[in-house]
């Protein structure tokens, strides 16, 4: 039903036959939960979710169906109505914990079920893209398989306010940034840190991702770039 072809008419089938409430419960519960307008137009959850599943081609892998039908799975138990709008506090971190519920239900495969929790924990990340630093930007966009990241991210915003400048930042760094600045080869490694005379513990993956941030930044380029930072900032 999710990827052949007409997955929102399957699913409005499911829901009017009854079979959703047996299948997924879950996904019912979207029905009728509010949204705030000025950012979802286009009505509550459900509805939301069946326009993202409209927007499913023929032949979509598994992982990115099940993304777009799930991202949003942690709004109804999320729900509430604040002074100032409609909110859905820690949706994400819920959805997370509903989908891996799901995924185990319906016995998907470990690999399935890696991919779409991740489309539901990282569909929020790209309202901080612009925002983010060059390392952190960087670790977003060499996600696994991050075309399906973006393809969800342009199905909810086609799906909602149709404000495509986040995606359309997005995909420019991604398509300017050569693959070796996205994941750079290690300046250095646990090895070479016991050779400058530090022990081994959890310092080490304080340091190491230390000098990663740098390297992705720019800040970095060579192993003595990184030996020298090092000695700068941690003690031995």
């Known amino acids: 039903m999710l990827t052949e072809g007409h997955a929102k008419r399957a699913f409005e089938l499911l829901d009017e036959s009854g079979l959703l409430h047996e299948i997924l419960p879950e996904v019912e519960k979207m029905k009728g939960v ?10 509550d959850v459900f509805v939301h979710t069946l326009l993202l599943l409209d927007q499913l081609p023929p032949g979509a892998s598994r992982t ?3 993304g777009m039908l799930l991202h949003d799975v942690g709004k109804p138990p999320t729900f509430r109505v604040a002074p100032d709008r409609i909110r859905f506090d820690g949706h994400v971190e819920v ?12 016995r998907m495969s470990n690999e399935d079920t890696e991919q779409i929790l991740a489309l539901v924990d990282n569909h929020m990340r790209f309202a901080d893209v612009q925002k983010m630093k060059e390392s952190t930007l960087k670790r977003f966009l060499r996600l696994p398989r991050f075309d399906e990241h973006l393809t969800l991210h342009h199905a909810d915003v086609m799906a909602s306010h149709g404000k495509l400048d986040l995606y359309d930042f997005t995909r420019r760094k991604l398509n300017e940034t050569p693959p070796e600045e996205i994941r750079p080869e290690p300046l250095i490694t646990g090895r070479d840190l016991i050779a ?30 990184a030996l020298r930072f090092i000695r700068e900032e941690f003690q031995r």
Do not use: N, S
Request: net charge neutral.
């Open 64 to 66: 990115l169906a099940w």
């Open 196 to 225: 400058a005379g530090y022990q081994p513990g959890p310092l080490f993956k304080e340091i190491l991702t230390a000098v990663e941030d740098r390297q992705l930044e720019g800040g970095l380029r060579t192993k003595e770039d």
């Open 95 to 106: 959805g997370v914990r509903m989908a891996a519920a799901i995924c185990r239900r319906l």
């Open 34 to 43: 509010a949204q705030p307008p000025q950012y979802h137009p286009e009505g």
